[in-house]
């Protein structure tokens, strides 16, 4: 034979024996031949290029006939699903639930450590974890091996806005940044329109310039494209206009959004952060530092590198001798290009919560979706023995059921995608609690999606795979035989050995346990802890805040305002009571910072002082008359607490709540004892109630209430404060603050205006959502694990249908047989719940060690114990209830039928 | 079998129109498809094995041809060989479709002759 002949035949019967096995059944002899009788005769006519296109026919073809088999099977696949609806629908569901949940879940909860948008390669810029001053900061910038470039800043500083020119015009507060010239430069950020910082251009004494964003030159400025060039007044400040940051960019930690950036060379008179010569004094610590690590420097090294500048800035300083703790003055560095600024302590925290979360919910899911897959394949042992005997080959039918459960991964995949962009819709549309602008992004992260896209598939195909790669193992005549008892060995009833099957429900419903529990201990404790309940009544009480300085006032004219103003407003029609307050109530308790160290000495005055972390808050005179809160003993502040200082070598006046009496005092009376916080002493006047008020505190905390001075509040660097008004019943909410407020000081800007109850529902709202999707999240779970169960138990009962039959036909009753079925369904949830009970117990301690908030949201005990009592009942009643029904249908097995079926 | 069920197969593949052109009147295996339609086009179209099996399957599924149980005289039977013959969907789709053909080419001469005056 022709070589040539000979290695083209060899091809083509190699090409040929791998066409499909169905295909090959039919047509395989007769393609074999004609290939035979079709070289000799392509060789006389077309000499080799007849042979090419012979071979290259066949290769073409065989990729063309494997893509209708697989049309094919995908058209069947959906036949079948079709037939299953009910199927069908559970698994998607089961698997859109599973996968919208981690979606969300994980998402949501790390929107903060998301990269920060609009800035250059975000994942080099690190901050400090304390403050830093500016003499020092202007050391280490220029530590050009470990800082490609340093900026300092101020966030969050209000700015009242007003149009240049209209004096009278009433100002607007936004939110900024004060910043060192080398913002823009460090973060890598360059200007839609006009110009940024720079060190030339921006130096102290020089007339005031502000860059405003997209978002407030759209907002404010009305999309003004002469905006460059135009004046504002800042805190009654005249400042120009010289740059608009580009759309994407709204500050460093977008999560609480700014508006304007001021350089800090803009003086104290436009932001009266700035007074006391920050930009040189040495001991104001108080910008925060970000630094661009170049290419390959690592935060340690630039800490080291920091560290060593400060010891020999700290030895050149003119007070060197000065004790410093050389512990309290190293530099730490931390991940800050991200959009919130979290310390690598909390990063840790929420992304090892994310992690037990997502495994919990996804093994759910699997486990779920395997005890489903696995029961209707069982099933299915008759079909796929018949398919086999009808000349199917194994290969194909592995290759349907591989068909259906691609099928379902896909319908589930996409079903949850739709689902978890749909729930982020809803979150991200949630208002923040926060009197400022915040903003979060819980928007689906492609990676976590996807990731969880592909375990549900692989989890899908692997399930949907080992039904079927069993069946065709197994002998087809026995299968034929047997139907769904093929493979079961004589004597074993489904639950009764140790089966990948049963393993899979004790799985589910231990994981069920597990994520309902937990959810369980964050929706009754930390959301228990999180709701504020303020002891006193919120009707008809008002309030709003004033930042006279920033609306123009000197310190003078602002010390006269506080002082008069309570008297003033108290004048107006329908104001019963006025106090004045630092901040809002219950405000102080929403920041970790408010911290301070209580002390007192016995009364004999020896011994060693006692001690206590204590609140503290500034209030005005008739403060808690105001409020409504009764107090236990002595008096509160009254109008000469206000108006002026305590004389100098007497004590300031305090009030403190029950808990800092008790943890200070025992059972003394305080009444006329000194405490001390700091270096100041204060002299107890009085004793008020403890309002439960923990945010996240589970208990009530030691309190101190000090005395809020009209010469202290102007004195201060960021004078502002809180008015609170009770008005009579019946008056408008809020017209009779406006009213008064706009007759007695029209100049003035008041904002945060809102009821009481008004600022505790916002402060109360995110808490309730967020405890609402854990408990959604725990119903899912209950809803997943019913599912599963169900569908094990039904195909249990499909599968001893002949055992329970003859059980039958030999006098057993439906009772018995039902209390058969239900027995060997408890074993296993009671298995499952003692391993799921363990789990939630080590999870809440390990969670617990790593987390604050989650240690006192979890020290609740009533509600855990009912929790830990009544979860796994629950749980273990839907998953009865679950056997419950395929129990009672294995009653209603007729003896006769299910013997001649079988 | 309605007009409609013969019309969803228009316009037919061309490969199809020769395989169902040789099975006119008499019973065809495969390896004599192949023959008739190159000889027929004078080796203008050539089924190659893998090309012909697949559409034979194809028609098959689609019901236009059938496999004969009917053999030649023993002395041309070729025992080893399947043989097919039209149905008569089949025979209505290729009518069809010689019909459309036709219309095609009266068009195109219709056309030809305009051009021409």
Redesign the interface.
Known sequence: MNPRWSICLSLYRY??NAFPHE?RI??G???D???E??VPEAWR?HGLWGLV??VA??A???P??YLGEIRQDVVYAVRVLARSPGFAAVAVLSLALGIAMCSVILCGSSSVLRPMPGARDPGALVASRKGVSYPYFEHYREQKQVAGGATVLLVSVPFAVAPSGGRNARAERFSGHIVSPEYFSTLGVTPAAGRFFSPETEKSGMAPVVVVTDRFWRSYLNSDPRAVGREVRLNGQAATIVGIAPPDFQGMWPFIPADLFVPVTCGSLLAPELAGDPLHNRDLEMFRMVVRLPHGVSIKAAESAFNAMTLALDRQAPDADRDRNPKSRQMGLMPAGTFGLTTPEQRAFVYSFNFVMWVLILSLVCANLANLLLARGSQRRREIALRLSMGASRARLVRQFLTESVLLSLAGGVAGTVAAYWVAHMMTALPLPSSGPLQADFRPDFRILALTLAVSLVAGIACGLAPALASVRADIGLALKEGGQAGVPPGSGGYRRFSLRNLFVVAQVAASLMLLLVTGFIVTGYGNVTRIDPGFDTHNLDMFSLDPVRDGYSAREAETLFARLPEQLSRARGVRAVALADSAPFGSLLVHTQHGRLSALPRDGDGRPVWCQAFSERIGANYFATLGVPLVSGHEFDIRDQQSDAPPGTATPAVINQSAARALFGGENPIGRLIHQDAASYTVVGVTHDVRSGWLPAIPVPTVFLPLTAGGMARSRTPSATVLVRVAGGTAPLAAVRDAMASLHPDLTIFNVQTMSGNLNQINAFAEWSTTVYFVLGLSALFLASIGLGGVTAYTVAQRRKEIGIRMALGARGRQVQGLVMREGTALVVVGSVCGLAGALALKRAFSAVSEPLAKGFAQPAPHALLLAGAPLLLAGLALLACYFPARRATKIDPVAALREE | MTSMDARKFLPLHANWFHILLSLVGREQ???GI?QEVQERTN?AV?L???????S??RLISGGLIEESEERPATELDDA???YYKLTRLGKRVLELECQRLEEMVLMAQKKRKQEAC
Do not use: C, N, S
């Not at chain 2, 190659?48 to 697949?54: H, M, N, S």
């Open positions: 090409l040929a295909f039919v047509y002899q007769d393609l031949r004609l290939g009788d079709a006519r296109r012979l026919d066949i073409v073809r065989l063309i006939e | 295996h495969g390896y192949m080796g050539k190659w094995p893998a090309t012909l099996y697949g034979l399957k080893r060989r399947r």
